[in-house]
């Protein structure tokens, strides 16, 4: 398992989400996203269709750079 700040993935508070995989976390983020932060999931929707591969791009990075726990 991992953990990681909303912020750190895009989002704009520092509440704490854990998944065990990034494809988990993505999921776990969306999710997080469209429920708290609707604003901040037209941004990443917006972000995606004009490129799909940009958000993973910068953030995978910072969940291989997470420590593991
Ligand atoms: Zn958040």
Redesign the pocket.
Known sequence: MKTMQ??DLG???D?KLSAGSWDEMVQTMTK??MQ??PDVAKQMEAMHNDDPQKWGKEMKPKWEAAPES
């Open positions: 909303c912020k989002g704009t508070c509440e997080h996203v708290e932060h």
